[in-house]
Nanobody, 122 residues
Framework: QVQLVESGGGWVQPGGSLRLSCAASGNIFSIGLMGWYRQAPGKERELVARITSGGSTNYADSVQGRFIISRDNAKNTVSLQMNGLKPEDTDVYYC????????????????WGKGTLATVSA
């Protein structure tokens, strides 16, 4: 069984910063792509940022230059440093990862965390 657990959400004023973290645990053989999505009520989940195992990154245009994604392959963690936060960044942020398990080493499956809420308001 594989689990992704997020932490680090909360409330911050506009212009402030938050750091989200996500730890993968369980019967993990390897982890490929990791990343963060976000979703507001009534809207579709959208990609925020993603990072390959080699460290290549992609960002949504709306967060480019403000957010930084990073990962620690040894610890099976991915983080999202969010700077210059705006009210429109208020969302539930979900961690995801492509993971193969010890039982199925050749199959990469997508796993999701339960989400952490980030609220940006004055």
């Amino acid at each position: 069984q594989v689990q992704l657990v997020e932490s680090g959400g909360g409330w911050v004023q506009p212009g402030g910063s938050l750091r989200l973290s996500c730890a993968a645990s369980g019967n993990i053989f390897s982890i490929g792509l990791m990343g963060w999505y976000r979703q507001a009520p009534g809207k579709e989940r959208e990609l925020v940022a993603r990072i390959t195992s080699g460290g290549s990154t992609n960002y949504a245009d709306s967060v480019q230059g403000r957010f930084i994604i990073s990962r620690d392959n040894a610890k099976n963690t991915v983080s999202l440093q969010m700077n210059g936060l705006k009210p429109e960044d208020t969302d539930v942020y979900y961690c995801y990862a492509l993971i193969s398990t010890i039982q199925d080493r050749h199959i990469m499956r997508q796993y999701w965390g339960k989400g952490t809420l980030a609220t940006v308001s004055a």
